[in-house]
Nanobody
Framework: QVQLVESGGGLVQAGGSLRLSCAAS????????MGWFRQAPGKEREFVAA????????NYTDSVKGRFTISRDNAKNTVSLQMNSLKPEDTADYYC?????????????????WGQGTLVTVSS
């Protein structure tokens, strides 16, 4: 089973950038699709981005397209989320997730593993 630990959250001004990282341990990382989700205060958790096990394709929610980029390094068992042009509405707890099924991550349903989250705060 895969275990996930996120890092890289923090406070940034609007228009700035942050890079989140997710370190995976356990068996099977390179065979899992990976994704990022976020949950803002008082709101439901939402899908942000997903990447296939090979890194060959990715999917993003519309609100982050062109600003966020998901990537992975299977040799280092890490997945990253580069966030540029941040907006106050990007403020949320960001969670890393893993699943065998890429479209399962996009749907956010019954995923194999979740991290504990890292807080991103974007000030205006």
């Amino acid at each position: 089973q895969v275990q996930l630990v996120e890092s890289g959250g923090g406070l940034v001004q609007a228009g700035g950038s942050l890079r989140l990282s997710c370190a995976a341990s356990g068996r099977g990382f390179s065979s899992h699709a990976m994704g990022w989700f976020r949950q803002a205060p008082g709101k439901e958790r939402e899908f942000v981005a997903a990447i296939s096990w090979s890194g060959s394709f990715a999917n993003y929610t519309d609100s982050v397209k062109g600003r966020f980029t998901i990537s992975r390094d299977n040799a280092k068992n890490t997945v990253s989320l580069q966030m540029n042009s941040l907006k106050p509405e990007d403020t949320a707890d960001y969670y890393c997730a893993a699943d065998i099924n890429f479209w399962g991550i996009v749907a956010g349903v019954a995923l194999d593993a979740w991290g504990q989250g890292t807080l991103v705060t974007v000030s205006s």
